[in-house]
Structure formats: C-alpha cells, structure tokens
C-alpha cells in the first residue's frame, strides 16, 4: 500500500476511525484541505464540517462529522484531534434542528459580547452539522 496514508479521527470521548486511506478531505480554518499520501507537514485547526475519507482498496467514502478542533499531517499519517466527532451514519437531523432552535432562542435572549459569540459559535457548528447531514442524506 505504498499509496496510502493513515488517518486516525479522535475526540474527547473516543477514537471515531483509525485506517488507510487513499484521500481526506477535511474543513481546514481557512478552506478545504486535500491530503494525499507524501503530503507535506502541517498542523493547523479546523472548523466545523465534515472529515470524508475515501479507504484504502475502495469502498464507500467515511463521512465524520468534526465540531472543530486541531489537525496534524505527516507525510505518512494524518491526525484529527477533534472537540468532537460524530460518524456519519450516527448524526441525528432531528436532534439538531431542535439544537438549532434553541440556539437561536438562546441568541435572542444574549445580553454580552460574550455570550453572543459562544451562541454563534454554536450555531455555525449545528449549521455545518446539518450541512454534513443533508450532504450524507443525498448519497
């Protein structure tokens, strides 16, 4: 497998993928990031979006869900340290709508600079959530 490179998805709470894989896809802080195998270096953070990983041999793209966090890239290896990880066949489009509402009620309610900005960190994490959703749902 000299053309692929491993990936290992984490969160607080457990390792989401671990595996080779021939391409990544991921939100960088900037735009999208393209890794192939031999990638140079680069540690950077991510947003909220969605990790896709096309596995090594073929087989249906891997879709995670990423509410942010670091991303660290070797020309063998690739790590995602993410706040938190859901896979995608795991995220729930009713649970974030209603996540969603209450977030922009909450918004409507905020008094400080703040807690506005914890409210609309928020909320771009449960857009980007439904975005994956949507995206996953059209497959």
């Known amino acids: 497998m000299a053309h692929t ?9 457990a390792s989401i993928y671990s595996g080779e894989a021939e391409f990544v896809v991921l939100p960088g802080e900037v735009g999208e990031l393209g890794i192939y195998p031999r990638h140079t270096p680069l540690i950077t953070r991510i947003r909220p979006g969605e990790v896709r990983i096309k596995p090594a041999g073929g087989g249906a793209e891997e879709l995670i869900f990423v509410a942010g966090g670091i991303l660290e890239v070797q020309p063998k290896m690739i790590t995602v340290l993410a706040d938190t990880a859901i896979r995608g066949h795991d995220l729930d489009e009713a649970r974030a709508n209603e996540a969603l509402k209450k977030a922009e009620e909450a918004r409507a309610k905020a008094q400080d600079k703040q807690e506005i900005a914890a409210v609309e960190g928020e909320l771009a994490m449960l857009a980007a959530q439904l975005a994956a959703i949507r995206r996953l749902r059209k497959k």
């Open 5 to 13: 490179i491993h990936i290992d998805v984490v969160s607080a709470e």
